[in-house]
T-cell receptor
């Protein structure tokens, strides 16, 4: 089946620094990838939709200058949390569209900002 | 707008008990419906799906039937196992690209 990986799986960073999270589709090409944020014991909140070769589309209330998304190839999208603060600590999950009605999720990245 | 409502958890069951997790939806259009499962510390995995009314999705002993008349997609399993302990998300998609997730229901199965 389709596999999506994320790296790193867990990261701790100091307040004010930036962190990059990678999302890769390992065995298929994904024109569209999605970035979600999940708070403890809560559902997924869509942050942005990432299309290869174009600017990401951000959901209302998501700061595009803080959460930089780059979809440089059909197998890689990156999310950079800039000037991270403790309130950015969360579980970030990416997914890749393998086709219509087929969305494959990565294992998630836990970010802790101290 | 489109939304998904799930029964509040957590749900705690003994092994081999019958499981039902209710899910209802509101949609402008004709959605496909999904159940995803999230094990601790992991991302979501597709459990089953149904694309039209009266379709039954099934996988690993779990079943859910797309009921258009009641706008529901309840998840059932006849005999749960400890390994089924996870968070279950009901979701819908109208266009096949954008998904709307319910709040999730945490299931704990005790031996």
């Amino acid at each position: 089946g389709a596999v999506v990986s994320q790296h790193p799986s867990w990261v701790i960073c100091k307040s004010g620094t930036s962190v990059k999270i990678e999302c890769r589709s390992l065995d298929f090409q994904a024109t569209t990838m999605f970035w979600y944020r999940q708070f403890p014991k809560q559902s997924l909140m869509l942050m942005a939709t990432s299309n290869e070769g174009s600017k990401a589309t951000y959901e209302q209330g998501v700061e595009k200058d803080k959460f930089l998304i780059n979809h440089a190839s059909l197998t890689l999208s990156t999310l950079t949390v800039t000037s991270a603060h403790p309130e950015d600590s969360s579980f970030y999950i990416c997914s890749a569209a393998g086709g219509i009605y087929e969305q494959y999720f990565g294992p998630g990245t836990r970010l802790t900002v101290t | 707008g489109n939304s998904v409502t799930q029964m509040e958890g957590p749900v705690t069951l003994s092994e081999e008990a019958f499981l039902t997790i209710n899910c209802t939806y509101t949609a402008t259009g004709y959605p496909s419906l999904f159940w995803y499962v999230q094990y601790p510390g992991e991302g979501l995995q597709l459990l089953l799906k149904a694309t039209k009314a009266d379709d039954k999705g099934s996988n690993k002993g779990f079943e859910a039937t797309y009921r258009k008349e009641t706008t529901s997609f309840h998840l059932e399993k006849g005999s749960v196992q400890v390994s089924d302990s996870a968070v279950y998300f009901c979701a819908l998609s109208i266009d096949g690209q954008n998904f709307v997730f319910g709040p999730g229901t945490r299931l704990s199965v005790l031996p």
